[in-house]
């Protein structure tokens, strides 16, 4: 009987919500239209009743230490399904806290080194989909842990050497690309020797995959491959490759 009231007494932990932004503009533009004025809204498909403490956890790629902030669900919308969320009240505390948070957002804003990190794009082409999400998953998690969070990684996933073509040359431009040899439709020395071709990719450091052995290694590294890991990988096995491209650690 003790040990419930003591649990029915005992604080409970507030419920933390990560809350991602695109970008540091994004989370600069929350902060001055919502946050500063006391609330905004976060969506996520939890069901949270009116009075929730809550934790939000603000982060965006490349944001070293994400902004922790204290607040509570005001208001819940459950409809449409694809738009659920609520809105959330912020306690800022006293005038120092407020000050020291604004600081914090100005710096985010003038892209201080030393709040903001390097972002690397990372164009993985893999036709499985289960090794897709391990590369994928391991470089935005576990990876940026490894690195310090001095680098934050973007992946972007396709499952074949034509579309990897694709996305090479009409999206964004990519910092690296990882690459199985052995692909569907184009295999993935032949998209490499097409990189290296190309007078506006053919700097990209290629990493390349593959279960085939040494010959894989071989048409690998004859097309113009910078790295070629084994599979089965190891998330430390692409770390290491990644600590090697961006010089960190």
Request: charged residues 25%; hydrophobic residues 40%; aromatic residues 4%.
């Amino acid at each position: 009987m003790s040990g419930s009231d003591d649990r029915r007494r005992a604080p409970r932990e507030p419920l933390t919500l990560k809350v991602e932004y695109g970008d540091a503009d994004e989370l600069v533009a929350d902060y001055t239209e919502n946050i500063s004025a006391g609330g905004t809204f976060v969506l996520t498909h939890r069901l949270l009743a009116e009075g929730t403490e809550v934790r939000l956890v603000l982060s965006f790629p490349g944001l070293i230490k994400p902004l922790p902030l204290m607040g509570v669900v005001k208001w819940v919308r459950e409809e449409p399904p694809e738009e659920r969320g609520v809105g959330v009240e912020f306690d800022l505390g006293d005038t120092q806290t407020t000050e020291r948070l604004a600081a914090l957002v100005r710096r985010i804003d003038e892209r201080d080194p030393e709040l903001i990190g390097k972002v690397m794009r990372v164009l993985v082409v893999e036709d499985n989909p289960h090794v897709a999400d391990l590369i994928r998953e391991g470089l935005q998690g576990g990876g940026k842990r490894d690195l310090g969070g001095k680098v934050a990684f973007q992946c972007e996933t396709v499952s074949n050497g034509r579309e990897a073509m694709t996305a090479l040359r009409t999206s964004n431009p990519f910092d690296v690309l990882i690459i199985d040899i052995y692909l569907p439709v184009l295999d993935g020395s032949q998209v490499i020797a097409q990189v290296r071709a190309d007078e506006k990719l053919r700097h990209l450091p290629i990493v390349a995959v593959s279960g085939g052995g040494a010959p894989a290694h071989n048409a690998a590294m004859s097309a113009g491959a910078d790295f070629f890991l084994d599979k089965p990988m190891r998330l430390a096995d692409i770390v290491a490759t990644m600590r090697r491209l961006t010089g960190v650690g």
